[in-house]
């Protein structure tokens, strides 16, 4: 029996082109891309900026509306100047809102009786604007809290802690954490306020509750406040001859809360509430001799001769106050300061 042979020939299968589904005939097929489902790059043109478009604004000088006390005119019409007063007050340009100012302060200057009605409704209009971010408006605002203080006193007592923000709260602030003109302004406010309010009340009742502040400038601020208006009160009371001055002047009646303010003041990280804390204990040392010196012998004449003398015979007498009122550790640093 034959054997037969059997030649196999292997075929290679052509390969298959991306995008085609069988072998290729004909020569290649051109690539087929499929659509991309992505969202297109952002493209970013760098270094060009949107500028505003519309005519640009005009130049203001604002000089206009820091106008002195002493130069503030008399106005034509007042009642109708106050009837429109509101509306400027609350106008979102900020220069018709000054303009309000200056015309409240010319009220407050010239027409106060025409102002005094209205003034509640005012004063909240007054403390919006002095918590403006615009600068020129927050000191005219500040400005026209002058002539107000000025020409109204102690009326104001019941407008200083209404509100939030205060007008005493936002006045503190301004002195201590704004742009240096504003501080600069609203510092002399303080003083002005001091100057015109009763200082036996703002000691009391005002000064005396912030100075644990959480905010060291501010508390800086306070420091300062506290020190000037009891040397006002101390002048007060050495230029009066009434013996009530021991019972009303704060020097006297405020001594141990003025005393502990003190000993917060002095361990301060700011270094002009540490001077205002020393400057305020000399004062509080010089009274303390001389209410001793009254108790003591309350027929003797209170001379500067008397209150020297106490001082020497009884140097242990201020010692014993401030340990008794701030505790013996508390005591030794503050003696040692004055």
Not at 197 to 206: G, H, K, Q, R, S
Request: include cysteine; hydrophobic fraction near 40%.
């Amino acid at each position: 029996m034959g054997t037969f042979k059997i030649s196999v020939v292997a075929f290679s299968r052509p390969p298959l082109l991306r995008g085609t589904s069988g072998p290729r005939t004909g020569g290649p097929r051109p690539f087929t891309a499929r659509p991309s489902t992505r969202a297109p790059f952002p493209v970013h043109t760098m270094g060009t900026a949107i500028l505003p478009t519309g005519p640009e604004p005009e130049e203001v000088d604002v000089t206009q509306f820091y106008v002195p006390s002493e130069e503030l005119m008399e106005l034509d019409d007042p009642q109708v100047e106050a009837a429109a007063l509101h509306t400027q007050l609350d106008s979102d340009v900020w220069t018709v809102a000054c303009g309000g100012l200056l015309v409240a302060r010319r009220l407050a200057v010239h027409h106060t009786e025409v102002l005094r009605p209205v003034l509640h409704t005012v004063i909240p209009k007054l403390r919006t604007s002095m918590n403006s971010l615009r600068s020129s408006l927050c000191k005219t605002a500040l400005l026209t809290c002058q002539d107000f203080f000025k020409t109204f006193g102690n009326e104001l007592f019941v407008f200083l802690d209404e509100g939030d923000p205060s007008v005493l709260h936002t006045l503190l602030h301004k002195a201590a954490l704004d742009k240096p003109f504003i501080i600069a302004e609203a510092k002399r406010t303080l003083q002005v306020m001091i100057d015109n309010l009763d200082v036996n009340d703002l000691v009391a009742n005002f000064f005396l509750a912030r100075v644990d502040s959480k905010n060291d400038k501010v508390r800086a601020v306070v420091s300062e406040c506290i020190r000037n208006a009891t040397e006002a009160a101390w002048k007060l009371h050495r230029n009066s001859d009434s013996e009530d001055s021991y019972h009303e002047n704060c020097v006297f009646i405020e001594r141990i809360p003025l005393l502990k303010a003190a000993s917060v003041f002095v361990n301060d990280r700011q270094p002009s509430a540490r001077e205002n804390a020393r400057l305020l204990l000399q004062l509080l040392k010089t009274s303390h001799a001389e209410l001793e010196a009254e108790i003591g012998d309350a027929n003797t004449e209170n001379t500067e001769e008397n209150i020297e003398e106490v001082k020497d015979e009884d140097t242990d007498s201020w010692t014993k106050h401030v340990e008794k009122a701030l505790g013996k550790p508390t005591a030794v640093k503050i003696c040692k300061l004055c």
